[in-house]
């Protein structure tokens, strides 16, 4: 199975700084990467999709970049309903696997 | 609106079998290939497995295939899942989640219903 790896595990920031989160892949994906954003008690939220487009109804301030085996998702002005835990996925192979996850908190 | 609702979760004891359901509204059901995701308390996101469209073609993540099956009968827009033998290790929230275009972009997702497997 592809493994994908997320950094950091946690991080705290404050309302109006830019985040940066990574996903790497344990072989090459291609663009075949989608990232989810949980909030607690909520179900996940497709963000991004192929690597870095962004999914109807998501503010621009996300984006997402990479290809081959290292992904980012930034968030370019952190707003207060983006605290959350955000999850990478794999959707190059028929078993999709997901990231560990990386919870952004506040500082 | 698209809304996707389990259940059947509960209490199970180990080695035990349970079926968690997933009734679909506000799309055309069986257009859609379907999934299933869990989520230990406090932990993150596991992939169980997906369904094509009519059910033909089925893919599941190595911990769970052999004792999890998933199967959908499309005259009830209704996605089951069948958990056999189960273990202290399957307890966990468990979504229905939608295929946005067969792509495996997961685009909505049930509440969720959760199993505890515990004696």
């Known amino acids: 199975d592809i493994q994908l790896t997320q950094s950091p595990s946690s991080l705290s920031a404050s309302v109006g700084d830019r985040v940066t989160i990574t996903c790497r892949a344990s072989q090459t994906i291609g663009t075949s990467l989608i990232w989810y954003q949980q909030k607690p008690g909520e179900t996940p939220h497709l963000l991004i999709y192929s690597a870095s487009s962004l999914q109807s109804g998501v503010p621009s301030r996300f984006s997402g970049s990479g290809s081959g085996t290292d992904f980012t998702l930034t968030i370019g002005s952190l707003q207060p309903e983006d605290f959350a835990t955000y999850y990478c996925?794999?959707?190059?192979?028929?078993?999709?696997?997901f990231g560990q996850g990386t919870k952004v908190e506040i500082k | 609106q698209v809304q996707l609702v389990e259940s059947g979760g509960g209490v199970v004891r180990p080695g035990r079998s349970l079926r968690l359901s997933c009734v679909a509204s506000?799309?055309?059901?069986?257009?859609?290939?379907m999934h299933w995701v869990r989520q230990a308390p406090g932990k993150g996101l596991e992939w169980v497995g997906v369904v094509s469209y009519d059910g033909g073609t089925k893919y599941y993540a190595d911990s769970v295939k052999g004792r999890l099956t998933i199967s959908r009968d499309n005259s009830k827009n209704t996605l089951y899942l069948h958990m056999t033998s189960l273990r202290g290790e399957d307890t966990s929230i468990y979504y229905c989640a939608r295929d946005k275009d067969g792509s495996y972009y997961l685009d909505y997702w049930g509440q969720g219903t959760l199993v505890t497997v515990s004696s």
């Open positions: 996925q794999q959707t190059y192979s028929t078993v999709l696997t």
């Open positions: 506000g799309f055309t059901f069986n257009s859609y290939a």
